[in-house]
Each structure stands twice: as structure tokens, then as C-alpha cells.
């Protein structure tokens, strides 16, 4: 157990609702392994609340830690400035002290890059990516693929407009690529031309479990990649199908993982112990 004193260093975690977070047993786990006096806790934040508790981390003096839903947009306008990536991508996950500033930054991406180069180290330069949905985490991985050199990436949503949104950042981005609705002639073709197949819907997510994103799984080679950004369960029926077809396919523990050591690299100056951040996510999950 930490041993909590004067010299304790605190980080929070700001979002609303909080209960079933993983963030403070793994980052906590974390600061034993390396024997640090540092603490990290959750602090559920009322809507109208949020200014305020920003500027209650700056007088306090806590100058670290994350965002998670519904504010990851919503805190923008109240910190001192934010990294290029995040401002792209319009959300940040990530508050670390920049020169006695409050800045936000956003590793949901990276931390997704960096799970996938820990499958296929060859990462997206000059690959193309198919994405499903078009939420916030789909975003962010759109971003960060598309600054990383993906050849093409195509966003099928059920919303278009959210799709066609997300396409202008990506064109930005000297990347090509379209919009899909789920019933484009298109998506076929999509399907099978794409190194990488992206679920970022919540179809399949516990307890739905018997749904999954509605492609036929006919049409997936045995030389793609599927990804799920679930993690719970660890395999959807979307993986499940894919991994019957012969593809090689990615849970989204690896994702969740990684974005939590870019952020506590970030924002605690240390190295992480990614094993025992991982060991104690497992435990969870
Ligand atoms: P996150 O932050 O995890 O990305 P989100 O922003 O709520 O979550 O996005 C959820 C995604 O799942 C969206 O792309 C959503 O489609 P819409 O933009 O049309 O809402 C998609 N999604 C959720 N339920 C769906 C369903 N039943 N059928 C198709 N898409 C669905």
C-alpha cells in the first residue's frame, strides 16, 4: 500500500460517470512498482462543474492526469494550450504541466498505433485502413493513421455527416479516401482492397454481445487484419467471424494499454512499467 503523506503527488482523472473506470488501478499499480509517492484517483465532475475544477487542479497544484467522456471536447476552451494531434483530432485524453501550464493532449490514437505495431511492426505507411463508425475513438485513430502515412482510409457510419467529417481532417492530412453509408455498393470493394478492417462501434459490446457491425464476412482475406476497439468480451462475434475466415485479429486491450502509457509517460516524466500496467488491466477486464 502507498504510504500517503505531505509529499504525495496527486493526479486526477476528470469525467462523469466514473464508477467502472480502470485508470487508477493501473497507473496506481504503476507508482508501486516504481515506488513512487505519487497518487492517482478518479473525480466525478458535474456537468456545469467543469471550469471550475480545472482551475481547482491549477490552485492545488495538480498539474496531470486524464479526461474521459463527456468532457474530452467540452475541457478544450479551460486549459493553456493543447498538442497539435489533439487539436486535429478535437478531443484531448491526456492533462500534463507544460512549463507551469495546464496543456491536454490525446494518445487514444498513438496508444492504438503502438498496439498495432506490436502485431505487425510494418505499422500503416502506405496501407489502407477501413474504419467502422465514426465516434470519437474513430477519430482519433483517423488522425493519427493519417499522419502516420495510410494510403487510403474509408469511414463507413450510419451517420454520414459524422463520416464526411472526419474525411475532411483525413484529405487534410494528404490522405485519400471517402465516406461509405452501410449500404454503399462500395463497401464490398472496401472491404476486400483494406490491409486493416476497424470496428470503433460499440456493436458487440458487452452486454450486446450478439451484435456485430453488419459486413459480411465472406467478403474478409485470410492476409487482412481485424481490429476490434473492444475489449469486453475480448473477442466480439465480428473478431470471432474474422478469426473463423483466417485473418489475424486484434482485441482493443492493446489500444487501452497504450494509450494509458503515453499517458502516464506524459504526464508523470517517468518510464512505465508496461508489464505491470498490463498485468493489472487483466486482472480487471
Ligand atoms: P466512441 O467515443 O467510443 O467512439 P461514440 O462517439 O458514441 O463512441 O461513437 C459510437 C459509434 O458507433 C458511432 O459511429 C455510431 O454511429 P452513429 O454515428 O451513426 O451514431 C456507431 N453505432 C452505435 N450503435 C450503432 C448501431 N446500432 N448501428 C450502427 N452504428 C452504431
Known amino acids: 500500500m502507498l504510504e500517503v503523506n505531505g509529499n504525495t503527488k496527486i493526479y ?9 473506470t480502470l485508470s487508477p488501478a493501473m497507473y496506481n ?17 458535474e456537468e456545469d462543474g467543469l471550469e471550475e475544477a480545472v482551475k481547482g487542479l491549477k490552485a492545488l497544484g495538480i498539474m496531470g492526469g486524464n479526461v474521459t467522456v463527456p468532457f474530452k471536447e467540452k475541457i478544450i476552451p479551460f486549459l493553456d494550450g493543447i498538442s497539435e494531434e489533439s487539436r486535429l483530432i478535437g478531443a484531448v485524453n491526456t492533462l500534463y504541466c ?3 501550464e495546464l496543456w491536454g493532449t490525446n494518445t487514444d490514437g498513438a496508444g492504438f498505433l503502438k498496439a498495432l505495431k506490436k502485431v505487425d511492426p510494418r ?3 502506405g496501407r489502407r485502413v477501413l474504419m467502422l463508425g465514426a465516434g470519437g475513438s474513430a477519430r482519433a485513430v483517423a488522425v493519427t493513421l493519417a499522419m502516420a502515412g ?6 463507413i457510419n450510419r451517420t454520414l455527416s459524422k463520416a464526411q467529417e472526419i474525411m475532411e ?3 487534410g492530412l494528404d490522405c485519400r479516401g471517402q ?3 452501410w449500404d454503399d455498393k462500395s463497401i464490398k470493394e472496401a472491404v476486400q482492397e483494406s490491409d486493416f478492417i476497424i470496428n470503433t462501434t460499440s456493436l458487440g459490446m458487452v452486454p450486446r454481445v450478439e451484435e456485430m457491425p453488419p459486413l459480411n464476412p465472406d467478403w474478409f482475406r ?4 481485424v481490429i476490434d476497439l473492444i475489449y469486453k468480451p475480448k473477442e466480439t462475434l465480428f473478431l470471432r467471424e474474422a478469426r473463423i475466415k483466417g485473418c489475424q485479429t486484434l482485441n482493443g486491450l492493446g489500444m487501452l494499454l497504450e494509450q494509458g502509457v503515453l499517458a502516464f509517460e506524459q504526464w508523470s516524466g517517468l518510464k512505465p512499467p508496461v508489464e505491470v500496467m498490463a498485468r493489472e488491466l487483466e486482472r480487471w477486464v
Not at 37 to 43: G, K
Not at 150 to 155: G, R, V
Request: aromatic content about 8%; proline content about 4%; charged content about 20%.
Open 179 to 181: 465516406a461509405l453509408g
Open 123 to 125: 505499422g500503416v505507411e
Open 222 to 225: 485470410p492476409s487482412q487484419w
Open 98 to 100: 507544460r512549463e507551469g
Open 29 to 45: 499499480a504503476a507508482f508501486r512498482a516504481l515506488q513512487e509517492n505519487r497518487l492517482y484517483i478518479a473525480c466525478k465532475v
Open 150 to 155: 495510410a494510403k487510403e482510409i474509408n469511414i
Open 12 to 20: 486526477v482523472l476528470l469525467g462523469n460517470p466514473i464508477a467502472q
Open 169 to 171: 481532417i483525413v484529405y
